[in-house]
């Protein structure tokens, strides 16, 4: 997840178009918000917990002024949610100061971190992204060089935009495990995680970086460079087009909210039942809702109400919010009662807000309640960029189809296919990454990051974390354009 932004348009309010954007990616992550602007060489920063909405005000942007600027929206997968990791994470080292950040997740962070802290860095974060930072840094050959040596020793998920020597740095892994956006305002160019976030801005998608491609953009425009070789057809994520990505959004060409309607009209070929309405689990699930119904004649209705103002259930940082959040979130409808009802989700990764559906769904009187998922079970953990880390808390690892229903309680159980969900991408199959789906992944795992994404904690230089008993206080960092001193 996370949600990342980049602009670089002197005479433009940078920091307003940054806020948009993020405002736009704000599926993307809701523990924290930043943005950083550079100022002829001078690099300012703002960031704190919370929505965009909540970090930044009408004062607060406008103290954030330049021609440059990058913005984060996070959801943690290394590193807790605390102020120091929210982001851009800003690293003053030997050859630059750089502002960064970063959506995915690495895999070889403890041997790179390991390697900085015995240079002498200063890692003032658990996040995996002040790794790179500091790379980049503390490495004295040109910008462009010294990003691409950074992308050349790490490995895993990375899509990033950074801020330096008043530049504008776009890059991402060989791989191409999340998506990285291209795009241009008149004369002026952009980059995002997604093109929904173009939409809002009014501008227009350039197309998307390739696997291991870096882009650089300065006064004179945009260069690109193949920064690394790409590892074959690249392995986007396929829980972008399941869950993360907006619907508006398009990936390799294809708009998520139809790839989403095909999924259920497959699953309805695929699993079939007789019943009275189709629903979905809103919002991620309604397209699919739509599609099953389409499909099987079943009439579409509404069964549940879901409360806007609570965000995404999946991404709250732990599971205490998450039970919490899942009773706030939805309230069923008398529609159901009586009924045979369809309930179509997207995906059921530790089955808490499905056990909980279905259950309301009986007490609302429905009289059956069958549920059609549209993506194959998840049986596996993902190590670049979703916090599923751990096997025991997905549902259907180890468990058959028939065990995951008797644990939710439902009447019927079936997922799409993993042939229905590669068919409705109308992309090929060697180009997504599907470990959580198959558990073969596209990079080698090691042993240490699957404990924990807190493995961290406690490594940070004493005192630079700030205590979360007050998470709302606010921090202001500007940082000359000279070169600083090594640390």
């Not at 939805?330 to 309930?343: C, D, H, I, T, Y």
């Amino acid at each position: 997840m996370c949600g990342i932004f980049g602009i670089h348009a002197p005479g433009r309010d940078v920091a307003r178009l940054t806020y948009f954007g993020l405002f736009a990616l704000q599926h993307r992550g809701q523990e924290s918000a930043g943005i950083a602007v550079s100022d002829e060489g001078r690099v300012t920063a703002l960031r704190d917990m919370g929505l965009v909405t909540q970090v930044f005000s009408e004062q607060k942007l406008r103290g954030l002024s330049g021609q440059v600027a990058v913005g984060h929206a996070r959801y943690s997968t290394t590193g807790s949610t605390h102020w120091a990791n929210a982001q851009p994470i800003i690293q003053q080292g030997r050859a630059r100061t750089v502002a960064l950040g970063h959506n995915g997740n690495l895999t070889n962070t403890s041997e790179l971190r390991a390697g900085l802290l015995a240079d002498g860095a200063r890692l003032r974060s658990t996040s995996d992204t002040e790794v790179i930072a500091a790379l980049i840094a503390r490495d004295e050959r040109p910008l462009e060089e010294a990003v691409a040596g950074a992308m050349a020793r790490i490995d895993g998920a990375f899509s990033a935009v950074l801020l330096a020597e008043g530049k504008l740095v776009g890059f991402r892994d060989p791989h191409g495990i999340r998506p990285l956006v291209l795009g241009r305002l008149e004369d002026d160019w952009l980059l995002a995680s997604e093109s929904c976030a173009f939409d809002l801005l009014g501008a227009e998608v350039e197309r998307e970086l390739a696997p291991g491609e870096m882009v650089v953009v300065d006064d004179s425009g945009y260069e690109a460079h193949q920064a690394v070789e790409p590892a074959g057809a690249g392995s986007l994520c396929i829980f972008e087009f399941i869950y993360f990505a907006r619907p508006d959004t398009k990936l390799r060409g294809v708009e998520l909210h139809g790839a989403r309607v095909r999924m259920g009209e497959r699953l309805a070929a695929e699993a079939p039942v007789e019943a009275d309405l189709v629903m979905a689990v809103p919002d991620s699930g309604t397209p699919a809702a739509i599609g099953f119904a389409r499909a099987s004649g079943i009439p579409f209705a509404e069964g549940l109400i879901k409360n806007r103002y609570v965000g995404r259930t999946f991404i709250q940082p732990d599971q205490a919010l998450r039970e919490h959040g899942i009773k706030t979130k939805f309230n069923p409808l008398a529609e159901v009662s009586g009924k045979r009802v369809v309930v179509v989700d997207d995906s059921i990764v530790r089955g808490t807000t499905t056990r909980k559906i279905v259950a309301m769904l009986f007490e609302e009187g429905a009289l059956e309640v069958h549920l059609r998922i549209s993506s194959p079970p998840i049986v596996s953990p993902c190590f670049y960029g979703i916090d599923m880390a751990d096997e025991d808390e997905l549902i259907a690892g180890g468990r058959s189809v028939e065990e995951v229903r008797g644990q939710l309680g439902a009447t019927s159980l079936a997922y799409l296919s993993l042939d229905g969900l590669q068919d409705s991408t109308r992309r090929p199959e060697g180009t997504f990454c599907r470990a959580c789906l198959t558990r073969e992944y596209p990079t080698q795992i090691p042993d240490d990051l699957k404990l924990a994404k807190l493995r961290f904690e406690g490594q940070t230089v004493a005192g630079a974390e700030r205590s979360l008993a007050n998470p709302t206080k606010t921090s202001m960092l500007a940082t000359s354009g000279t070169r600083p001193k090594a640390s």
